[in-house]
């Protein structure tokens, strides 16, 4: 039996691109090869807020996750990577994982819900948990996932081969690649792999985000772009304002909107940010 380390499991509504509005569990899974500190800073500067949140725990361990504060700068989701929160994150079995899955539905079944697996990067090591978890009986009626990536990581051939099989039977798998332009304080070589991308799109759908704070953002993301067609990426490409709180959010959200209309790109909201503040577990 295999077992993934789980960051967080919980029911709500899918607040950003494709599948926006949509009711889905999400299964975030601890571990990133990146950090994403240039997020919400001034060009060049990263910030130390998941440091600093985990100064304080190393003075006062936080037990859940609902007690961690929340960060305006940096990854909103430090907490499923930084090694100083993982005994947040159990390593549970994959029958664990399903059993819990179907506590949380509505329904205590799947019926319309789609399940996203996210991180952290979900596409880490815990490929060669998914099947697993997938064949699981009580995943048998789940007919869309959504991975949320950061589009570096290559799929192993089993997991794509098992994908493609996943697939053929009426299901809809979708890459949600969230790539990293330099706002996010990583480096454009390792963040831009378009090779990576372009095989997803032989397992399912894949789509680009780009979260975006100024007009240089979007700058580096139309060069972005141009790097991913010429490889031959053909999906959709979506503008996403940067902000995991409502004061940073509520700064950018219009602006990146029309941004998005004049060039004829899709915007994906927060929904997640306005609706539920981002809170832990939405
Ligand atoms: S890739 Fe995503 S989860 Fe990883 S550090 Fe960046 S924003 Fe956070």
Same mark, same amino acid.
């Given at each position: 039996?295999?077992?993934?380390?789980?960051?967080?499991?919980?029911?709500?509504?899918?607040?950003?691109?494709?599948?926006? +509005?949509?009711?889905?569990?999400?299964?975030?899974?601890?571990?990133?090869?990146?950090?994403?500190?240039?997020?919400?800073?001034?060009?060049?500067?990263?910030?130390?807020?998941?440091?600093?949140?985990?100064?304080?725990?190393?003075?006062?361990?936080?037990?859940?996750?609902?007690?961690?504060?929340?960060?305006?700068?940096?990854? @909103?989701?430090?907490?499923?990577?930084?090694?100083?929160? /993982?005994?947040?994150?159990?390593?549970?079995?994959?029958?664990?994982?399903?059993?819990?899955?179907?506590?949380?539905?509505?329904?205590?079944?799947?019926?319309?819900?789609?399940?996203?697996?996210?991180?952290?990067?979900?596409?880490? +090591?815990?490929?060669?948990?998914?099947? @697993?978890?997938?064949?699981?009986?009580?995943?048998?009626?789940?007919?869309?996932?959504?991975?949320?990536?950061?589009?570096?990581?290559?799929?192993?051939?089993?997991?794509?081969? *098992?994908?493609?099989?996943?697939?053929?039977?009426?299901?809809?798998?979708?890459?949600?690649?969230?790539?990293?332009?330099?706002?996010?304080?990583?480096?454009?070589?390792?963040?831009?792999?378009?090779?990576?991308?372009?095989?997803?799109?032989?397992?399912?759908?894949? *789509?680009?985000?780009?979260?975006?704070?100024?007009?240089? @953002?979007?700058?580096?993301?139309?060069?972005?772009?141009?790097?991913?067609?010429?490889?031959?990426?053909?999906?959709?490409?979506?503008?996403?304002?940067?902000?995991?709180?409502?004061?940073?959010?509520?700064?950018?959200? /219009?602006?990146?909107?029309?941004?998005?209309? /004049?060039?004829?790109?899709?915007?994906? @909201?927060?929904?997640?940010?306005?609706?539920?503040?981002?809170?832990? +577990?939405?």
């Amino acid at each position: 039996m295999s077992k993934i380390k789980i960051a967080e499991l919980f029911y709500s509504i899918q607040g950003e691109g494709r599948y926006m +509005g949509v009711p889905s569990v999400f299964l975030r899974t601890f571990g990133c090869n990146f950090r994403c500190a240039g997020f919400g800073m001034p060009r060049g500067e990263l910030s130390t807020d998941a440091d600093d949140v985990a100064g304080v725990n190393a003075m006062y361990p936080f037990k859940t996750y609902q007690d961690l504060p929340l960060v305006s700068t940096g990854c @909103d989701s430090y907490a499923s990577w930084h090694p100083d929160f /993982k005994h947040l994150s159990p390593m549970l079995e994959t029958d664990a994982v399903a059993e819990r899955i179907i506590e949380i539905l509505p329904h205590g079944e799947w019926r319309n819900e789609h399940l996203v697996i996210t991180g952290g990067e979900p596409l880490l +090591g815990w490929q060669r948990a998914y099947p @697993d978890l997938l064949n699981h009986p009580k995943m048998e009626n789940l007919t869309e996932i959504t991975f949320e990536t950061n589009g570096t990581q290559k799929l192993t051939p089993e997991f794509k081969n *098992y994908l493609q099989d996943w697939n053929k039977v009426g299901r809809e798998i979708t890459f949600s690649v969230s790539a990293k332009l330099p706002c996010s304080g990583e480096s454009w070589e390792e963040a831009i792999v378009p090779e990576v991308v372009c095989e997803y799109e032989q397992v399912g759908t894949a *789509y680009l985000k780009f979260v975006i704070a100024t007009e240089q @953002d979007f700058a580096d993301a139309e060069c972005a772009i141009a790097a991913y067609r010429s490889a031959g990426f053909g999906g959709h490409i979506y503008l996403m304002p940067v902000g995991g709180v409502e004061s940073v959010y509520a700064l950018n959200n /219009k602006n990146v909107a029309l941004l998005a209309m /004049k060039h004829g790109l899709r915007y994906s @909201d927060r929904l997640q940010v306005p609706l539920f503040k981002n809170e832990w +577990g939405t």
